[in-house]
């Protein structure tokens, strides 16, 4: 019997429109905001992409956040296009870490990045869960193959910075 391998997406991307009530009075995305525009980019993109549907899951399990860090570094702005991609960059028996990054409409210009610590929790007992071995399987065929370093957010700020910067003169 030939056995099909099926080639998991691990960077996902997906398209949002900066709106007028997400906005301070600049016209700037508000900071507070991004992380709902990171959130829901994910909950889509895993949705279409794994199959995996976050509130069918949460009656007796889901995941909560736990930590967030973000850096921004270029407005997004009123009514522009962006693209938002994520990857796991960690996955544990009971959380997962989630890098978000946010550029504009060519993916040229970076405007933000965040990653995003979740525990997996029992809403029964409101204590951490473990995944089951399905999520786990799931989580280990996505999970980029860079070395997660916990500490290591602002150094890859930095890289970013350095992947996305326009040569002098553009």
């Not at 995996?52 to 407005?75: D, I």
């Not at 550029?103 to 979740?118: P, S, V």
Request: glycine share 4%; charged share 30%.
């Amino acid at each position: 019997m030939e056995r099909r391998v099926i080639e998991v997406t691990k960077e996902l991307e997906s398209a949002a429109v900066i709106r007028f009530q997400d906005c301070d009075p600049f016209g700037h995305l508000n900071n507070a905001r991004y992380i709902d525009y990171f959130l829901n980019a994910r909950q889509d993109q895993v949705a279409e992409h794994y199959g995996l549907q976050f509130f069918e899951r949460g009656k007796q399990e889901s995941w909560v956040a736990t930590k967030m860090q973000l850096a921004f570094l270029s407005p997004a702005v009123l009514m522009e296009r962006v693209l938002i991609r994520t990857q796991l960059i960690e996955a544990t028996d009971s959380t997962l870490v989630v890098e978000s990054v946010m550029l504009d409409q060519e993916a040229q210009r970076l405007k933000a990045i965040a990653w995003a610590e979740f525990s997996y929790i029992s809403l029964l007992t409101g204590k951490r869960a473990t995944h089951t071995v399905e999520l786990m399987q799931l989580f280990r065929s996505v999970l980029v193959d860079e070395a997660f370093d916990k500490d290591g957010f602002n150094r890859r700020v930095e890289a970013l910075k350095v992947r996305f910067r326009k040569p002098p003169g553009q």
